[in-house]
């Protein structure tokens, strides 16, 4: 069910759920001082209490009413990449935001996105929590009716069309003296170097004894179908092939395209599309063309990729 921005004010300070876009993916948003509405979106999205959930805010300077605490060149990053694709995860008051959103953790994530409707309705209704809005393991959604699809036609979503990145943001937290990635995203580690003078290192959960990004421990990304990662596709077998919309493949093969090879972003805005589309086909194998780039956002495509075929990778 279409929701209008009025309807989904509305909804939020009554302490519901909706789907709301932004630029990255769909999120499902509940005000940050509504702890049922919180429990719920926990229930709802099968999420594990120990995940913890990212902040919206409208605007930087809202920071201060949960931390006064902000770690070496946080200014920077915020006025480069704010609004936008980048989340950082930094030490806070835990008595200004409840347990379940923080996982009684004590730092939170926070996020100004770039959507005009995600930033129209936080400024309406405040502060505002928003995981994305697919059932916990599915491809997050990048369209409304993912959304529908995922939590049914009766579901109100705030319609803002397909979104422009179609991958999640990308998660930094300060580890003195430098910024780590600790979930890839939507901004490459390249794109923080004119900032911050490197590339922040991403830091994969396996390696750490203590999850830095606990969300990263669960099974991500997955169609039902059956996923296989390859850079080969052989002329006398058949199948389906998740691949590029510019290069040739044997005709024994169906190509659902998900792009050019010559644009990344492309890819990332169908990538989410292209695994549901497999599903809502009934189609129980696919393969996927990674031949492709290993750096800037073929990075976090071959992430997704793998997480989405269980590939386990470190
Ligand atoms: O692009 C996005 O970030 C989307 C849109 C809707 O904004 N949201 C999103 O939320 O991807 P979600 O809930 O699907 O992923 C949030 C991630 C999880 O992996 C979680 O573990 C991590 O953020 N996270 C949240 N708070 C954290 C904290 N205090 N420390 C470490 N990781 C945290
Ligand atoms: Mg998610």
Redesign the pocket.
């Known amino acids: 069910m279409r929701a209008s921005i009025q309807q989904t004010v509305s909804i939020l300070n009554d302490g519901g759920i909706v789907a709301?876009p932004?630029e990255?993916?769909?999120?499902?948003a509940a005000r940050l001082d509504r702890e049922n509405a919180i429990k719920n979106l926990f229930q709802i999205k099968g999420?594990p209490s120990n995940?913890?959930?990212?902040?919206?805010l409208a605007d930087a300077s809202q920071i201060t009413l949960f931390t006064k605490d902000l770690p070496d060149q946080f200014d920077l990053l915020t006025k480069t990449f704010w609004p936008g694709?980048m989340?950082l995860?930094v030490p806070?008051d835990t008595s200004t935001i409840l347990n379940p959103?923080?996982?009684d953790?004590p730092?939170?994530?926070f996020?100004i996105?770039k959507h005009p409707l995600?930033l129209e309705v936080i400024r309406q209704s405040g502060p505002l929590?928003?995981?994305?809005?697919?059932i916990s393991g599915r491809p997050?959604s990048t369209t409304p009716e993912h959304v529908e699809s995922d939590f049914g036609s009766e579901f109100p979503v705030l319609d803002g069309g397909k979104c422009e990145?179609g991958?999640?943001?990308t998660?930094l937290?300060y580890q003195a003296p430098l910024w780590k990635i600790?979930?890839l995203?939507?901004l490459s580690a390249e794109n923080f170097i004119p900032v911050l003078g490197y590339a922040p290192a991403f830091i994969s959960h396996h390696a750490e004894s203590t999850?830095?990004?606990?969300?990263?421990?669960?099974q991500h990304y997955s169609p039902k179908a059956k996923l296989l990662l390859s850079k080969t596709f052989p002329e006398n077998k058949q199948g389906v092939i998740i691949g590029f919309s510019d290069k040739d493949y044997s005709k024994n093969y169906r190509v659902i395209p998900f792009g050019p090879r010559s644009s990344p972003k492309q890819v990332a805005r169908n990538l989410y599309a292209s695994l549901r589309k497999l599903d809502e086909e009934f189609i129980e194998m696919a393969y996927v063309d990674i031949d492709f780039p290993s750096e800037g956002l073929w990075r976090t495509i071959l992430e997704r990729l793998k997480k989405a075929a269980f590939v386990n990778t470190p």
């Open positions: 709301v932004t990255t993916v769909y999120g499902l999420r995940n913890p959930l990212i902040i919206h694709a989340t995860v806070v959103v923080r996982a953790l730092t939170a994530a996020r996105p995600a929590v928003m995981p994305s809005a697919n997050s990145n991958l999640e943001s998660i937290i600790i979930r995203g939507a999850p830095l990004c606990p969300g990263q421990l669960y």
